[in-house]
């Protein structure tokens, strides 16, 4: 396998009172520290995410997207993907908010092209999983289509999203392909299902296109990576398999934060874990 590695962000920067296990970084500084420490810690990327309740430089101007690139080109650290939270928990069946959410997923889209990402995330429950809707959602990004798009489905099995997929390609072939919409599988999220299974539904079907790593234990609560349901024993057999099927996508570390202050060295912790894998 030649993979990158990388880190969803917020997971190298301290809380301080921010109850979220994932959040954007508040200011420059904050950003421009997430990504310094992630070339210490040799990763490739970050995962730039965009929330819902703050502001977020690849919502705002051609400036701020021009610093952003500046960021890149000093820390010699990618942005690999961009992972629009802000949709997950939108009611999408409702007009302004699918104008919305229409108007923000082409302009990120356009921002995404200029800092060289290709790969939009967009995370959906299955309350979200209407056709139309979704067809909607992403047919101005398709007209021009310049980025991959992953769908992260967060309660739904492989068969179900891979029939999703299929459907919303089949019927209009010259725009929709499987070969620019697949998946974002969450092994985390798939914690208490045949993983390798689910993931080898999205892999024969050319749909693998990323992956977000973390474990969780039986309360459905965020853990470090071997303590939880899966253990050593089930991440064995996860990059076993991975390295049998070839997987040439990227991994983005999204695991349990651990004490605060110490986010350096718990991501590290984590990272070394990985590395035996790989």
């Not at 993907?81 to 229409?102: P, Q």
């Not at 995330?121 to 798009?149: A, C, G, H, Q, W």
């Not at 693998?208 to 899966?230: A, R, S, Y």
Request: negative net charge; aromatic residues 12%.
């Amino acid at each position: 396998m030649k993979n990158l590695l990388g880190i969803i962000q917020g997971r190298l920067t301290a809380p301080k009172g921010r109850k979220a296990i994932q959040f954007f970084p508040s200011g420059a500084g904050e950003i421009l520290n997430e990504f310094y420490k992630a070339k210490e810690l040799n990763l490739d990327y970050v995962e730039w995410i965009v929330t819902s309740n703050i502001t977020n430089p690849l919502m705002g101007d051609f400036y701020s997207c021009e610093g952003i690139k500046n960021l890149i080109e000093d820390s010699k650290v990618t942005i690999d993907a961009i992972c629009l939270d802000y949709l997950m928990d939108m009611d999408l069946i409702r007009d302004t908010n699918l104008i919305f959410a229409k108007r923000t997923l082409t302009w990120i889209a356009n921002m995404a092209n200029r800092i060289g990402c290709k790969l939009l995330i967009i995370p959906i429950y299955e309350k979200n999983m209407d056709f139309p809707t979704i067809k909607s959602l992403i047919s101005s990004v398709i007209e021009d289509y310049r980025v991959k798009i992953a769908f992260e489905f967060l309660d739904v099995n492989s068969y179900t999203g891979m029939n999703f997929i299929s459907d919303l390609t089949y019927s209009d072939k010259s725009s929709f392909n499987n070969f620019g919409i697949g998946c974002c599988f969450d092994i985390g999220n798939n914690c208490g299902k045949d993983i390798i299974k689910e993931l080898d539904n999205y892999y024969i079907h050319d749909m693998l296109f990323h992956i977000h790593i973390k474990e969780k234990d039986i309360n459905g609560d965020t853990v470090p990576l071997d303590t939880g349901v899966i253990g050593r024993d089930g991440w064995k057999d996860i990059f076993t398999f991975l390295r049998r099927v070839d997987y040439l996508g990227n991994f983005t570390l999204q695991v349990a934060r651990g004490e605060e202050g110490k986010e350096k060295e718990i991501i590290k912790e984590q990272l070394e874990f990985i590395k035996e894998l790989i």
